[in-house]
């Protein structure tokens, strides 16, 4: 890797219906925070990244100019960064190069996203091909159903064994959230709940399913000379990987999906960590599906393929288990787009600083960040760290 990059501060909005504040307002809420979080000031940015879902989500053109006075960015070079689901995590890569470049020392990152004010699904049905994709798979819900089939059937995993992980999984996940100040969906659910709520998709189910969310994070990467002048516990990043394959849902395989399995395998390489499931302490795993997680679990190396519900009702990834996956309640609670995969290196760079309050992992010294996006072919995971 090029020269040592930190994140040192993070900044999240409230997230929800967000009627209470307009858009330019709910972004300049992420960056007050961060930079109050820093106690660095706009003049100490050296450039702002920015992005959303495709403008087509937003209604607006050029987002990162719309939004350039409310990230503190007029006058400062601005680059928009746009991967659909993963954009979160692209902003931060994008971010990271840009420091580890030496190209600058402080960079600003901001992904925001104010879903109430348009059509999600319309767009998410409508971005695929519109002559063989589009008039069956029904936005990503029949996507991921789909995958979900393909991967239980080609690894015989019972039925039943399948929709007591997933269950086990919104349960935990949604019981997480009432310990995040931030998350969106907060709400007391039992597996019968889970397991009787309507279905979408089959086999996904209501609480099986992501909401949509107004919010927006604020991320601040800084040099190693800016980190340890700041004079507080930072969280450096120890690896990145980025990978894309096939958007045509038929031309690759999702289930042993390599794009996750390269992004998490870069990743992992310039982070030394050989064995996932041991050294990290913390995964923030991007989870808009309960049966996605469990597939994410097996592409990253924590398990087996087709092992993934075992360890899951075994309580592995449970708050209290082996390896805690999204304590802050994840994209299961809180999901607005061109932030979410932000948010995931936000909660991780808090977990291994000790910043992550009702919801922090005792101990936590290495953490996962993850995205996915595209319509289905990009992964993207970032390694962060208490130590250099």
Not at 24 to 47: C, I, M, N, Q, W
Not at 123 to 141: E, I, S
Not at 248 to 263: L, M, N, R, T
């Amino acid at each position: 890797m090029a020269r040592a990059v930190a994140v040192v501060g993070v900044g999240q909005t409230h997230h929800g219906r967000r009627m209470d504040v307009s858009y330019p307002d709910l972004v300049r809420e992420a960056v007050v925070r961060v930079f109050e979080d820093t106690g660095l000031s706009p003049k100490d940015v050296d450039g702002v990244v920015s992005g959303t879902m495709p403008s087509m989500m937003e209604g607006v053109a050029l987002t990162h100019l719309y939004f350039a006075e409310a990230m503190q960015a007029v006058g400062k070079p601005i680059l928009k960064t746009e991967t659909c689901g993963s954009t979160g995590v692209s902003i931060a890569h994008t971010a990271f190069y840009w420091v580890a470049s030496g190209m600058a020392e402080v960079v600003l990152a901001v992904g925001h996203e104010k879903m109430y004010e348009g059509d999600s699904q319309a767009t998410m049905t409508t971005v695929l091909d519109p002559f063989y994709q589009r008039y069956f798979l029904a936005g990503a819900p029949g996507v991921f159903s789909m995958q979900s089939q393909l991967w239980a059937t080609r690894y015989k995993i019972p039925q039943d064994k399948i929709r007591d992980a997933a269950a086990f999984i919104s349960v935990t996940h949604h019981q997480s959230a009432f310990d995040n100040p931030y998350a969106h969906i907060k709400m007391k659910v039992t597996m019968e709940d889970v397991k009787n709520s309507r279905i979408i998709v089959y086999p996904i189910r209501l609480l099986d399913v992501c909401p949509n969310s107004d919010g927006a994070c604020a991320v601040i990467f800084a040099s190693e000379k800016v980190a340890k002048r700041l004079g507080r516990k930072v969280a450096w990043v120890k690896g990145v990987g980025y990978r894309g394959d096939e958007q045509f849902f038929g031309d690759s395989d999702k289930v042993v999906w390599q794009s996750a399995i390269e992004a998490a395998k870069q990743a992992y390489d310039q982070a030394g960590i050989k064995d996932p499931l041991k050294e990290l302490d913390v995964a923030e795993v991007y989870n808009p599906f309960t049966y996605q997680e469990m597939i994410f679990y097996e592409c990253f190396g924590f398990c087996e393929f087709g092992k993934a519900p075992d360890l899951v009702l075994r309580g592995i990834f449970s708050r209290e288990g082996e390896l805690p996956v999204c304590p802050s309640g994840g994209v299961l609670c809180t999901n607005p787009i061109g932030a979410t995969g932000l948010i995931r290196v936000a909660e991780a760079a808090m977990q291994v600083t000790g910043r992550a309050g009702e919801h922090q992992v005792p101990g936590a010294k290495l953490a996962l960040a993850h995205a996915m996006g595209g319509i289905d072919q990009f992964n993207g995971v970032m390694i962060l760290g208490s130590e250099l």
